[in-house]
């Protein structure tokens, strides 16, 4: 991860409106990361902004004491800006006291930030049962869960 320059501005989410989602899909798409299922309900999607200039690209599906992190798309030029620490504090805030991924690129970076492997079978069943479990990540992906909240640290 890039350090934090003083001088970087902090970025900041904004909830997409779904006329701005084409932007989001092209994103992913670059990324090689799905978006077949944007437009299923129980999604929230944002930009991370600064200066007014969209940097980079997260969700979160599901409501309640469960959530999905997913479709997070930060460019070099933007990590280490704070991008997904104000994903996870938006999930808190909605609620969540767990958060779930899977990624087949960046266990080993999640895992510094506090994201701890999970048994998919042991999945609450609103995760197990999303696309991004059931047909859009493949099974080789690695499952991770991260309590959200004060510390947000481990697996709960």
Known sequence: MAAVDAADPVLHPVLLATSDW????????????????LL?????????????????????????????????????????????????AEAARLG?????????TAAAFLHNLGYRPGERAAAPPAIAATAQFTSLCPGTAAYLVKRTGPGMTGQA
Do not use: I, K, Q
């Open 22 to 37: 084409p932007c989001l899909r092209a994103a992913l798409d670059t990324a090689g990361l799905p978006s077949g299922d």
């Open 40 to 88: 299923l309900p129980g999604r929230r999607f944002f930009r991370f902004a600064s200066d007014g200039e969209t940097d980079c690209y997260g969700g979160l599906e599901g409501d309640g004491l469960e959530m999905l992190l997913r479709s997070v798309v930060v460019p070099p030029s933007a990590r280490g800006r704070g991008a997904g620490r104000a994903l996870e």
């Open 96 to 104: 969540a006291v767990r958060l779930h991924l899977l990624t087949t």
